[in-house]
């Protein structure tokens, strides 16, 4: 006798409802699963990124602000030459006692003798061989972080840890040009450690511990963890042979004490201040960052197994004349696999076996298209500026990426216009945040209005938007143009912060276009944002097209 004669008809129905079930929940599962958990694992990968790149902007603004006061100081003594050296000790012992981050503020002589030191610290001694002289007297100069030597046993240091440095100098000339003096600034490292904590508590609340790291240009650690500090990064860590750490990238990296989910952002300085060459390194453990993937898996898994039980069993219970029910659930059961297009499971009351299952199906179902949708959800979150309401960069990238090749097949061009705000740092500063917002979603509003049906503008950055545009090769630069007068017009145009009080900021626009002026997305979006840094350059509030002398100028 085969063993086919001796397997029972209940058995091959089970056998057969086990093997659908089980197929479907794992075609569906790992469908699910690899949707989601790419999704989820570069949600988390641009969340650390975000906010290593906080914290970079943070040190760059803190110097650069630190730098501005040196500036602004030496061009007042420039200009007033006959203060005392007691009102410059008055001036440079409120400006420390204003900002807690300067240990040590002194004006030296053309000769290198500190004349004024706050505290009454160094004065009269000769540090014409110290960097903080024999670089500043040259011009701006930005020292990086370092251990003083004159000053370690001279200022207060409760904590008794090593004090550090940073130093800004600039000189004060005469009107023949000739040098009068130095100004010279000795930062206090423990701002950074201050900026540092205060990322950390933003982020406290976060799925997932960050711990961040900065590395001076040497590779060396400057701030991080205690036994961190000062040992070489190769110490610490192995990066991957494509990791680079002069640009914006994150990977999964083996560290000493495991593997690390690692964002890098270089730090680029801001205005006057050109920066140092740090590095901000932001790490989460492996486990800690992609624990939702893990759930997630581990959820599709406990399902699909309870699934497969409970259809399992109540298949054992079919009889023969259920076969015609059971084939139509089995084909239902077959089309959820792709889910695609209207799926529909049929009600069977033949028994109340068969109709648990087609409501099980059913059920489902509905969990997987509600997992759909919540994908499709994340990649709207994903790609959407969360003020404005606009597209964010990362659409603008993956749009630029399917509409270069498309407008290559219809023989269109593609135009790219940098828009920026003059003046919003003014709004910020005078009129605060809150009115900023507003502005940039006032504005956000008008540029909407401004764009034509198909075509797309995006917030990219702060103050900086994107549109895009398609017309012939022809037709291309006149609309352009003409957008962009219209741009700077709708900028321009004051806008209601609350309380009575308007905001108004200016506008310049650069633009480039495909394929004439770049050869793919990246080269036409950088040829663009230099024609707006040539727009500003000429003098805000214009529409500059660009040229390759303007790209030569950036």
Do not use: C
Not at 147 to 158: C, D, I, V
Not at 358 to 372: E, W
Not at 541 to 547: C, I, Q, S, W
Request: no cysteine.
């Amino acid at each position: 006798m085969s063993v086919n004669k001796r397997i029972s008809l209940k058995t091959r129905f089970t056998l057969l409802i086990v093997a659908l079930v089980a197929g479907a929940v794992v075609l569906l599962g790992a469908l699910v699963y690899q949707l989601s958990s790419e999704y989820i694992r570069a949600s988390i990968a641009r969340s650390v990124l975000e906010r290593a790149e906080h914290m970079a902007q943070q040190l760059d603004q803190n110097m650069s602000a630190r730098v501005q006061e040196v500036l602004l100081l030496t061009n007042v003594y420039s200009a007033n030459q006959t203060l005392s050296e007691a009102v410059i000790r008055s001036q440079l012992e409120q400006i420390q006692d204003q900002y807690s981050v300067a240990s040590w503020i002194g004006f030296l002589d053309a000769e290198g003798v500190v004349r004024v030191g706050t505290g009454g610290i160094l004065e009269g001694a000769n540090i014409s061989h110290r960097p903080v002289y024999r670089f500043g007297r040259r011009g701006l100069w930005v020292g990086d972080v370092h251990e003083p030597e004159l000053l370690a046993t001279l200022l207060p240091n409760p904590s008794g840890e090593p004090i550090k440095f940073v130093d800004v100098a600039a000189p004060v000339f005469r009107g023949d040009g000739e040098l009068h003096a130095v100004l010279a600034m000795h930062l206090s490292w423990e701002w950074a450690e201050n900026i540092m904590q205060r990322v950390f508590d933003a982020a406290r609340n976060d799925n997932y511990p960050i711990e961040f790291f900065v590395i001076a240009q040497n590779k060396t650690v400057l701030l991080g963890a205690e036994t961190a500090i000062g040992k070489p990064l190769s110490e610490l860590v192995t990066l991957a042979s494509a990791t680079r750490l002069n640009r914006r990238n994150w990977d999964i990296q083996q560290w000493q004490d495991g593997k690390y989910l690692t964002g890098i952002v270089p730090t680029e300085g801001t205005g006057e201040y050109s920066g140092l060459g740090w590095t901000i390194i932001a790490r989460v453990p492996v486990s800690a960052a992609f624990e939702p993937v893990t759930t997630l898996q581990q959820r599709i898994a406990t399902l699909g197994l309870l699934l497969v039980v409970i259809f399992g069993s109540i298949g054992w219970f079919f009889s023969a004349r259920f076969s015609a029910p059971l084939i139509r659930l089995a084909k239902a059961a077959d089309a959820i696999k792709s889910l695609t297009g209207k799926v529909d499971v049929p009600n069977e009351n033949a028994s109340p076996e068969l109709s648990n299952l087609s409501q099980s199906l059913n059920q489902l179902l509905k969990r997987l298209q509600m997992q759909r949708q919540e994908i499709d959800d994340l990649e709207d979150i994903v790609h959407t500026d969360p003020l404005t309401g606009l597209p964010n960069r990362a659409f603008l990238d993956e749009y630029l990426s399917h509409a270069i090749p498309e407008a290559e097949r219809a023989n269109l061009a593609i135009g790219v216009m940098f828009i920026d705000f003059d003046g919003f740092k003014e709004v910020n500063d005078k009129l605060g945040h809150h009115a900023g917002d507003l502005l940039l979603k006032r504005v956000a509003t008008r540029l909407k209005n401004v764009v034509r049906a198909g075509d797309v503008v995006a917030r990219v950055g702060g103050d900086e938007f994107v549109m895009v545009v398609k017309a012939g090769g022809g037709e291309v630069e006149p609309l352009m143009k003409g957008l962009g007068g219209r741009i700077i017009e709708e900028v321009s145009r004051p806008v209601n912060a609350g309380e009575k009080v308007e905001a108004k900021v200016g506008g310049s626009v650069g633009a480039a276009w495909w394929p004439y002026q770049g050869k793919d997305a990246q080269q036409i979006l950088k040829n663009a944002d230099a024609a707006l840094y040539q727009a500003k350059r000429e003098g805000k509030g214009r529409y500059v097209l660009y040229t390759v002398h303007a790209g030569d100028e950036d």
